[in-house]
T-cell receptor, first 113, second 110 residues
Framework: GAGVSQSPSNKVTEKGKDVELRCDPI?????LYWYRQSLGQGLEFLIY????????KSGLPSDRFSAERTGGSVSTLTIQRTQQEDSAVYLC???????????FGPGTRLTVL | QKEVEQNSGPLSVPEGAIASLICTYS??????FFWYRQYSGKSPELIMS????GDKEDGRFTAQLNKASQYVSLLIRDSQPSDSATYLC??????????FGAGTRLFVKA
C-alpha cells in the first residue's frame, strides 16, 4: 500500500518568506507526527496529532511554526518569516496506534537563503 | 525530563563481525522501545520493536531490553557493508509520543 508522502521534496526560499510543507499519512493512521532533522543531528520532535484530540505542540520551536491537520488526514506545517536556522529536513510520520510504530515519509529538505 | 542517550559513534566493525549498539533511558516506567535505521539522506525505517524484558531476535538482528539497568541494545550479527547507517533508538513514553535518541553511526568495513 501507499506509504507516507510529503511535498515538496525540496524547498528553497528566501529569509523572511513563509513556507508550507505537506504530509499525506498512510490511510487509516490516526496519529501524525512532524520532526525536524538538521544535518548530522537526531530527530527533533515538533508536533503530533492524534485523532480529534488537541495536538501536542510542545516541540514547536517558536510561534513562527504552526501545523494543521484537516479531516484527520493531510497535515500542513507552516513556517512564517523563515530564518536561516530553519534550514533542515522536515520529516512526517504516521502511526496506526498499535505499539506506536511510526512510518516516515521521505521528508522535505528546506533551505533558507 | 525523559531522555534517551546513545553514543554518536562512529562505531566501526569489520564485515562479518557483531555490531553492538546501546541505548540508555531515564524513565524507569517506559515499556516500549524501537530501533530505526537511517541511511544517509533517507528517512528512518523501523528495524525492531521490543516491549518486554529479555531478547527478541529477527534474522541477523537481536534486540535486548534490560529494565533493571534501563538500557536497550541492538546486536547485528554477520555485519555487512549494507548495514552501514545511523541507528536510532526510540522510547514510547505512553500514549502516542515517542522520544528519539540522537543515533549511533555504524560503519561496516568490507
Amino acid at each position: 500500500g501507499a506509504g507516507v508522502s510529503q511535498s515538496p521534496s525540496n524547498k528553497v526560499t528566501e529569509k523572511g518568506k513563509d513556507v508550507e510543507l505537506r504530509c499525506d499519512p498512510i490511510s487509516g493512521h490516526t496519529a501524525l507526527y512532524w520532526y525536524r532533522q538538521s544535518l548530522g543531528q537526531g530527530l527533533e520532535f515538533l508536533i503530533y496529532f492524534q485523532g480529534n484530540s488537541a495536538p501536542d505542540k510542545s516541540g514547536l520551536p517558536s510561534d513562527r511554526f504552526s501545523a494543521e491537520r484537516t479531516g484527520g488526514s493531510v497535515s500542513t506545517l507552516t513556517i512564517q518569516r523563515t530564518q536561516q536556522e530553519d534550514s533542515a529536513v522536515y520529516l512526517c510520520a504516521s502511526s496506526s496506534g498499535q505499539r506506536n510504530t511510526q512510518y516516515f515519509g521521505p521528508g522535505t529538505r528546506l533551505t533558507v537563503l | 525530563q525523559k531522555e534517551v542517550e546513545q553514543n554518536s559513534g562512529p562505531l566501526s566493525v569489520p564485515e562479518g563481525a557483531i555490531a553492538s549498539l546501546i541505548c540508555t533511558y531515564s524513565d524507569r516506567g517506559s515499556q516500549s522501545f524501537f530501533w530505526y535505521r537511517q541511511y544517509s539522506g533517507k528517512s528512518p525505517e523501523l528495524i525492531m520493536s521490543i516491549y518486554s524484558n529479555g531478547d527478541k531476535e529477527d534474522g541477523r538482528f537481536t534486540a535486548q531490553l534490560n529494565k533493571a539497568s534501563q538500557y536497550v541494545s541492538l546486536l547485528i550479527r554477520d555485519s555487512q557493508p549494507s548495514d552501514s547507517a545511523t541507528y536510532l533508538c526510540a522510547e514510547d513514553t505512553g500514549g502516542f509520543k515517542t522520544i528519539f535518541g540522537a543515533g549511533t553511526r555504524l560503519f561496516v568495513k568490507a
